[in-house]
């Protein structure tokens, strides 16, 4: 069975995270640091990379599959394994607490990081209501 197919008959988190808990590459087994030798120590992929394979690969062409094809179901299991994962740790999602906001779930986290994306980096802070209650607290008090 082709792991494409493996992750659409999966019905678990837990399951799609024991598959990808492989051993990293020899590479890594006598490195911790990049060019830097180290007693070599066998290392496994650890469940936050686990999980942001889980976010940002399979989730999305699960659910872009769930699209094309269309299929509802597939489409609703996309978004629930992101109801089920933690938000990622990452710069992004780090400046964000930077501002008083935090999310929990990788939805949260993803869509922070989509609002960047679209309005932050493209200066567009006036046409998101985040941008304007940052830039104007006061006026947008109670508006929002």
């Known amino acids: 069975m082709s792991l494409f197919n493996w992750v659409l008959e999966s019905g678990s988190i837990l399951l799609l995270r024991k598959k990808l808990m492989i051993p990293a590459n020899d590479y890594w087994h006598h490195h911790y640091v990049f060019e830097k030798l180290s007693p070599f120590r066998e290392k496994m992929i650890g469940i936050e990379m686990c999980n942001n394979i889980i976010i940002n690969s399979i989730i999305p062409l699960l659910y872009t599959y769930g699209k094309i094809i269309p299929d509802p179901f597939i489409l609703n299991k996309a978004v629930s394994w992101l109801e089920q994962i933690p938000a990622e740790h990452n710069r992004v999602i780090e400046g964000w607490k930077r501002t008083g906001i935090s999310v929990k779930k990788a939805s949260g986290s993803q869509a922070l990081t989509e609002l960047k994306k679209q309005f932050c980096d493209q200066r ?21």
């Open 124 to 144: 567009r802070c006036l046409e998101c209501e985040i941008g304007k209650q940052i830039l104007h607290p006061v006026e947008m008090q109670g508006s929002i």
